[in-house]
T-cell receptor, first 114, second 115 residues
Framework: QQQVKQSPQSLIVQKGGISIINCAYENTAFDYFPWYQQFPGKGPALLIAIRPDVSEKKEGRFTISFNKSAKQFSLHIMDSQPGDSATYFCAASSSGAGSYQLTFGKGTKLSVIP | KAGVTQTPRYLIKTRGQQVTLSCSPISGHRSVSWYQQTPGQGLQFLFEYFSETQRNKGNFPGRFSGRQFSNSRSEMNVSTLELGDSALYLC??????????????FGEGSRLTVL
């Protein structure tokens, strides 16, 4: 059972445009929602994260929007740049799990074209 | 500060063999977890260790096992390899007790090909 559904699978955006990636979760016990960025040949790296007590978090060009009632969250990349071309993974975890365990979406391959 | 180091980076095995992968976490990190990454299934949690104790295990068969040593270094082992075990195996470490408290730092992975 896939607990975090991510869309789209791939995304092509013009330089300067807005990239939007969406995720939906099922487990209401999830209380931590990070986004990871992965470049080819590298491991994922934390980009930005949010907890459900806020509806939006912004760090530079990256913004997470969170809708607790809909059990959805999304990543917005403003002014997308070719250097943003990577695979993005949303994830979720529950502090009640008592351990480090992230449930990941299946990823979105973003290509930013000049 | 050195990052998470995984060895070997690449390896090729044949069906039925076994493999051991190694992970050295960031100095001071006591939590080490392992993930399997494949194009079809994405990133899937294998198991997590904290201070030499396995705290959680994902939905993988018993052929997948791991351990953590007193210096926090970790190994995972896959026995009786199958073609479907071909994947990138990622190790991640953290200094904090719970995922929700902070980030995981990933290594670059060990890419296993099973022929």
């Amino acid at each position: 059972q896939q607990q975090v559904k991510q869309s789209p699978q791939s995304l092509i955006v013009q330089k300067g445009g807005i990239s939007i990636i969406n995720c939906a979760y099922e487990n209401t016990a999830f209380d931590y929602f990070p986004w990871y960025q992965q470049f080819p040949g590298k491991g994922p790296a934390l980009l930005i994260a949010i907890r459900p007590d806020v509806s939006e978090k912004k760090e530079g060009r990256f913004t997470i929007s969170f809708n607790k009632s809909a059990k959805q969250f999304s990543l917005h990349i403003m002014d997308s740049q070719p250097g943003d071309s990577a695979t993005y993974f949303c994830a979720a975890s529950s502090s009640g799990a008592g351990s480090y365990q992230l449930t990941f979406g299946k990823g979105t391959k973003l290509s930013v074209i000049p | 500060k050195a990052g998470v180091t995984q060895t070997p980076r690449y390896l090729i095995k044949t069906r039925g063999q076994q493999v051991t992968l190694s992970c050295s976490p960031i100095s001071g990190h006591r939590s080490v977890s392992w993930y399997q990454q494949t194009p079809g299934q994405g990133l899937q949690f294998l198991f997590e260790y904290f201070s030499e104790t396995q705290r959680n295990k994902g939905n993988f068969p018993g052929r997948f096992s791991g351990r953590q040593f007193s210096n926090s270094r970790s190994e995972m082992n896959v026995s009786t390899l199958e073609l479907g075990d071909s994947a990138l195996y990622l190790c991640a470490s953290s200094s904090l007790y719970r995922t929700s408290a902070g980030e995981l730092f990933f290594g670059e992975g060990s890419r296993l090909t099973v022929l």
